[in-house]
């Protein structure tokens, strides 16, 4: 039942699979396998550049190396070649065996907005292979994904029983813990990540983010720096100090780190994210114009090497900054540009499919800061019966956000607390706006409470830069 193929055309393969308790590895050449391993251990120690790069020497040496291909999608660092990677694994899957084939399909399902199908397939996965620690790792992961952190605890808890060693689930059990507000657990298990890897950058750098999100910068940034005296190309560790810096007020400082990053930057996604950050940290400023800018910088790098997909991911961001711009009609037409290149990208149908359903998303927030209060109800009941169909967990729940955020506009208090609840715990801007809805209530102390939790969120993330000045002035006035 494990192999397609007749036993004795698996034969090569066979003597390079795994322990037969954990998933196999299925390859016609034994330096492919050595290599796949070397970038594994690369990437669970979170080196994903330098594990891209020994996994691309693996699929050189074995070009139908089906979960080297996906090794190789996962690794990389644009859309375009994620997806590239992806197809063909997916393609070369029939020469694995059929639980890397259902391990490529799960990887597959997910994104491709299909959770169900990727829950189901990993579950039968534990079921074939119970003792293999990494498909637990990979069921904490997806059950993190979708902010389930009582499962993804357990699941990442039962991989680090399987295996104490096995290093990977220390860090993302330490993540699961500081979001369901453990932070002493959290503490306790970056400690014991840290304790295995001596001299690796990532414990350092997992550890600064929780002292990040504790408020202690200071702290936070030396971390990062012991990570970059370890690894002076450990581009997170950079991030993580800018962030640090501009939260701590210090925006020159850490556009200043972020131009030092873009300098080690070795690859299209790295320098990327230099641009990205340097736009958060005007976006923190309200300096939009500049904001704007940066993500153009970005761009340059997608256009360049025709990613259209990363392209469009730009464009829809400038959109999101106009929108925090207060400039609705101008944002409407980047949303409309960004679905235009998704549609001439080469992605596949469910992508193309999933950009559609959550551009309905944008277009509920243009016609909701046009004042446009009918068309915006109007878009959030499309969107979540386009989202209902699908179940896909963080359109879900941005379909709640969207019709939350209605409700406070339409002050319908009520409303928007039973929506917003529903919006996910860990996006400060359903904080925020619980907050207004509380105000609104009449209940301004839990609306200040909401309003410090938005402003000290202390997280990376995209969304925070377009309200933590708002909440900051809540607070004040409060």
């Not at 790098?301 to 999101?320: E, T």
């Not at 969107?383 to 939350?404: D, I, S, T």
Request: hydrophobic share 40%.
């Amino acid at each position: 039942m494990r192999r397609l193929l007749p036993p004795l055309l698996l034969l090569p393969a066979l003597a390079l699979a795994a322990d037969p308790a954990t998933l196999p590895i299925t390859t016609s050449s034994p330096e492919a396998r050595a290599l796949y391993l070397e970038g594994r251990d690369l990437v669970e120690r979170l080196k994903g550049t330098e594990g891209h790069l020994r996994t691309d020497q693996a699929v050189k040496k074995d070009a139908q190396f089906a979960l080297g291909w996906l090794q190789w999608a996962q690794t990389s660092g644009t859309a375009k070649e994620f997806f590239a990677g992806l197809d063909k694994a997916v393609a070369s899957a029939s020469r694995a065996t059929e639980a890397e084939q259902k391990f490529i399909r799960a990887a597959e399902a997910g994104a491709k907005s299909r959770p169900a199908d990727q829950e189901r397939l990993l579950a039968e996965l534990a079921k074939q292979f119970p003792s293999d620690p990494r498909i637990h790792a990979q069921i904490g992961i997806v059950a993190f994904g979708r902010q389930d952190y009582d499962g993804a605890v357990r699941a990442l808890s039962r991989a680090v029983e399987l295996d104490p060693k096995f290093t990977l689930p220390y860090n993302q059990l330490g993540y699961a813990y500081r979001f369901q507000g453990k932070l002493p657990e959290a503490e306790k298990t970056f400690r014991k990540y840290a304790e295995l890897l001596p001299d690796d950058p990532n414990p350092h750098d997992s550890y600064a983010e929780l002292l990040m999100r504790m408020g202690r910068f200071d702290e936070s940034i030396g971390e990062y720096k012991k990570a970059l005296a370890i690894d002076p190309y450990f581009i997170s560790a950079y991030v993580g100090i800018a962030n640090d810096q501009m939260l701590a007020g210090k925006g020159d400082e850490a556009r200043a780190t972020l131009k030092q990053m873009l300098g080690k930057s070795r690859t299209d996604g790295e320098k990327r994210q230099a641009w990205f950050w340097t736009a958060e940290t005007y976006m923190h400023e309200e300096k939009w114009a500049d904001a704007i800018r940066s993500i153009e910088e970005e761009k340059k790098i997608a256009d360049a090497s025709g990613d259209l997909l990363n392209a469009a991911a730009d464009v829809n961001f400038i959109g999101n900054i106009l929108l925090g711009a207060g400039k609705p009609a101008e944002a409407a037409q980047k949303f409309e540009e960004s679905l235009k290149l998704v549609d001439r990208s080469k992605a596949s149908d469910a992508v193309k499919e999933a950009a559609h359903r959550n551009h309905l998303f944008d277009v509920g927030r243009v016609a909701l800061l046009k004042g446009d209060l009918a068309g915006a109800r109007a878009t959030s009941a499309k969107y979540a019966n386009a989202v209902e169909a699908k179940k896909v967990p963080f359109e879900v729940r941005q379909a709640h956000e969207l019709a939350g955020m209605i409700a406070v506009q339409a002050k319908e208090w009520d409303t928007a607390l039973t929506e917003l609840g529903k919006a996910g715990g860990q996006n400060p801007r359903v904080t925020y706006f619980t907050g207004l809805a509380w105000q609104g209530k009449g209940d301004a102390t839990k609306a200040a409470e909401c309003f410090r939790q938005s402003a000290d969120f202390n997280q990376l993330s995209g969304v925070y830069g377009f309200i933590r000045p708002q909440a900051r002035r809540q607070l004040a006035r409060s």
